[in-house]
């Protein structure tokens, strides 16, 4: 590691009060499989405000990308200069059930953004990331479109091929905001049917050019409007469905699995969900986590060679008035469909 990098002061992002302001980290020397990143881009979303809104002792940010400027001394995939990107999943133990079996996101010692590694946000000048737990970057993809991908993609990825049974079933998308217009993405490239359901007619022809094969208004009788029932459905918004419209069997296949992307807080408890509904359709309820490393993987190459696109609003980083701004925006429903921060494009570009 290069001496001039030890030791340096760097600015990174925490939030007081529900606001977002600087703080001054320093560059550690680097362990055996550290990965130092120079934060280019990096994505913003509802994560990050839920989690400003606690007063946590946690540096901001978990969708960067940048390029790499030093590794530790046992790293072998990555070298400097490369582009690399990552920072919601940060580490697992690497040897228990979970995660020797490609579902290491529940490895019990899991460090993930919000429960552990609170020193390095990707909301600042560099990030500090475990080699296994950031991932190189397709040259297809550029930093601003990749920035999204890495919680966001990966978030829609996962549910998709972790509950998907045939090439033949049916994917519902439920909302069609940061994670919904990647999923709809996704799952048309996979070769799915896509059916978007959604409160914004305004939607309709964007999603269609997505890659869904049909869109239906929540407010109308979604029951008589889906032409045939889906067998997986994705809750992509940050509110959930009103159960007893959806928990139809004319929208939901019997034994379909629906796949919760969100824990809202204000949500209401589960009880309000009609449990004779879900008994008697057989319909499998069950949240999804961000990506395995592996799929994480899996995901960046599908969306390097199939063209999927985030569609992104990118924002010029001046400070913490730039990402309170940004938070602003994103809870006034402003933001279509992800936010990006651009902490030093034109040096990437010079790079």
């Known amino acids: 590691m290069p001496s001039n990098l030890v030791g340096k002061e760097y600015t990174n992002l925490r939030a007081v009060d529900g606001k977002v302001i600087s703080a001054t980290a320093t560059i550690p020397p680097l362990g055996l499989h550290d990965v130092l990143i120079r934060i280019t881009h990096t994505g913003v979303c509802y994560t990050d405000i839920e989690f400003s809104k606690h007063n946590l002792p946690m540096a901001l940010g978990h969708e960067g990308v940048g ?20 920072g919601f999943f940060k580490n697992s133990c690497g040897h228990c059930r979970n995660c020797l079996s ?15 590694g609170s020193d390095s946000g990707t909301i600042g000048d560099y990030y500090i990331g475990k080699e296994s737990y950031v991932h190189k970057i397709p040259e297809a993809l550029s930093s601003e479109l990749a ?23 049916r994917v519902g998308i439920v909302g069609m905001g940061g994670l ?9 490239k996979m070769g ?10 305004s939607k309709e022809q964007e999603a269609l050019g997505f890659g869904a094969s049909e869109f239906v208004l929540l407010d109308d009788d979604v029951a008589e409007a889906v032409k045939l029932p889906v067998d997986v459905l994705l809750i992509t918004g940050n509110r959930y469905p009103d159960w007893h419209k959806i928990l139809d069997e004319k929208i939901l296949a019997r034994n379909c699995v629906i796949v919760a992307l969100a ?9 309000s969900i009609p449990l004779d509904k879900l008994f008697f359709g057989g319909f499998r309820l069950h949240p999804s986590l961000v990506a395995s490393r592996a799929q994480h993987d899996d995901m960046l190459d599908f969306a390097a060679r199939n063209g999927i696109r985030p569609v992104t609003q990118v924002y010029k980083f001046e ?21 990006v921060l651009e902490l030093c494009g034109k040096r990437e570009r010079e790079d």
């Open 147 to 169: 920035a999204p991908l890495q919680c966001a993609g990966a978030t829609v990825y996962s549910a998709l091929v972790n509950n998907i049974a045939t090439p033949r079933d």
């Open 192 to 201: 799915h049917s896509v059916v978007v359901l959604s409160t914004s007619k």
């Open 102 to 116: 490609r579902r290491d996101i529940f490895c019990y010692v899991r460090t993930i953004y919000g429960y552990g």
């Open 67 to 86: 390029v790499v400027e030093a590794v530790g001394p046992a790293v072998s995939t990555l070298q400097p200069g490369d582009r690399a990107g990552g």
């Open 263 to 271: 824990a809202p807080s204000h949500e209401p408890s589960s009880s």
């Open 180 to 188: 919904g217009h990647l999923a709809i993405q996704f799952a048309a």
């Open 319 to 339: 400070g913490p008035e730039t990402v309170n701004a940004v938070f602003r925006n994103l809870e006034e429903n402003k933001v279509r469909y992800r936010a």
